[in-house]
């Protein structure tokens, strides 16, 4: 035995009658804290069971479902125009970019590929709704540390975008203008050069949020080093977009594989931040709204001309096949596993949501944490209650 | 892609160049498998599709994370290829006259890409993020037990993609910590996603379906604008009428 000092000993007694102490004046019980199902934080209704230890997380297991509309099911009774109305309505606040992936697994069953004029119009639309999207996360995010300015902001400009999307497709949240073979219809008149303006606009509301939010002492002290997630766990539990890349993790499908989008003809940059933890999630996505005010304004200089729609036949049957494609949206990646039996209608749907891989790693992350980090690091991981749900 | 109309002398190179590292892929799998792969589809420049049997399910991940660098866990389902006893009711009967067919009984069962023989399977996407490469793993679900290995071990992320698929198809997954409910309350019965489990809605009452078929833009030939103007001038003032 490697002997002790009488100081050390003396110096360990004294820390374990301490502790004995303590664990006598506050006896701690177990206690089992319900979050939600309404609650601010949840973006929906999401129910958190949380096993606490004083204000110690011991175990969380979000309970689900109280939004499930059984979307994989309802797919396979519905003709292919049919499916995109269904799947607006997973991740709400970016619809648009929901239609994209279905579009383009049933573009490539029936080996059909949209004009170039419709696919830059998809790619503008879908940097946008992306924009609409996060905007909120941008101030949403602070509410949840206890500012309220910001999410007014967010409202605010937020309604620019949302105004420009109308004026293209007519619906403000639920679009569904993407077709098989191209798109609806043309851009209007005068709307290039308004969405310029937007896009300024937007690039303000970033620098605005980033003097506002980012330099604060309070979000810094309740952000930094909270929810830290390892690159390796993160790429375990499938998580993906800013979640991932803020562990670090230099992936981003627009990137590595832009399938029928026109990323490849444009100069942008994929934002990554060391860290893994909730202040570095809020970090990149705060850029990737910028990189994404740029990339738009890139495309909106180059749309080619010529018609919005390839040629397909009236009454669409996708021939039989199994046809996989993700993108990389507002949430995440997202995902449609089509197979198809050469129907009117799709034989089975699987639908891969980013939110849920990024929610299954709630009950590994929220373990150890303290009460109120709960919800700053929901927030922080950034859910939509319908991407879970489906 | 299989058009006739294209060049012959084109097409073979480009798809050599972009199959290369799919074979590879293959081969590597098939070398470490032996004969647990039963079945594979590889659709040049697009996407690898590999069957392997159902005991060597959780094998096969845990190789493709640790021996060729799938780090990334995708997503797991399943599909059931029972083609739907309420065959073609569950449509509206617009899309049936379009297709010219009655409602027609259940047909025999087929299967998808790299085969299969059992009416459910399980299938599994893991992807490279390093390599920016990507498989699709499946495997047929024995018929008498409904069992397969679970992924957990490999990929903790497949827990709720379990629970998932074992409450939508009712497929047990052995060694997983918990299946239990995750969408539906506790006390449902029946597995929502199996092609046997009728769609109520749709029983109740029919869908209108493809009732306003869109007309794409640029499809508006002469003969057909010509039609729709007569049919215009002349039905128009029979409506106006009638509805006054």
Known sequence: MTDITDRQQLKYIAAQAADARVNLELETEGMTLNIGPQHPATHGTLRIVAKLDGEQVIAADPVMGYMHRGYEKLTEVRTYPQVTTLINRIDWLGSFANEVPFILAAEQLMEVEAPPRAQWIRTILFEMSRIANVVLFLGDMAVQVGAVTPVFFAFRDREHILNQIEAVTGGRFHPNFDRIGGLKDDLPAGWVAETKQVMKKMRAFCDEIETLVMGNEIFQARTRGIGVIPADVGLQYGLSGANIRASGVDWDVRRDNPCGLAYDQVDWKVWTHPDGDSFSRFWVRLQETREATKIVDQLLDTIPAGPVMAKVPRIIKVPAGEAYVETENPLGVMGYYVVSKGDLVPYRVKIRSASFNNMSISPWLLKGVYVPDIITILASLYFILGDIDR | ?244
């Open chain 2, 1 to 244: 892609m299989s058009s006739t109309d294209t060049p012959t002398e084109e097409t073979p190179t480009e798809e050599a160049a972009t199959d290369s590292a799919r074979e590879a892929m293959l081969e590597q799998l098939s070398g470490e498998l032996g004969d647990a792969l039963v079945g594979s589809h590889l659709e040049p420049g697009i996407d690898l599709t590999v069957r392997v049997t159902a005991a060597a399910w959780a094998d096969t991940a845990a190789f493709l994370k640790t021996g060729m660098g799938f780090a990334y866990f995708n997503f797991l389902s399943a599909i059931d290829w029972m083609p739907s006893p309420f065959g073609r009711d569950m449509d509206s009967q617009v899309d049936i006259t379009l297709e010219g067919t009655e409602a027609k009984p259940a047909e025999e069962m087929t299967w998808g890409l790299a085969g299969g023989e059992t009416r459910f399977q399980v299938f599994a996407r893991v992807n490279d993020i390093v390599k920016h490469r990507a498989v699709t793993i499946k495997a047929d679900v024995p018929e008498d037990s409904l069992t397969v290995p679970s992924w957990v071990g490999a990929y903790a992320g497949s827990n709720w993609h379990e629970r998932e698929a074992w409450e939508m198809f009712g497929i047990n997954f052995e060694g997983h910590p918990g299946l239990r409910h995750i969408y539906l309350p506790g006390e449902f019965e029946g597995n929502p996603l199996r092609k046997d489990y009728p769609l109520l809605a749709r029983r109740v009452k029919p869908w209108p379906g493809i009732v306003d078929v869109e007309a794409m833009p640029g499809d508006d030939d002469e003969t057909d604008s010509a039609e729709a103007a007569a049919g215009d001038a002349s039905t128009d003032p029979a409506d106006a009428g009638s509805q006054q």
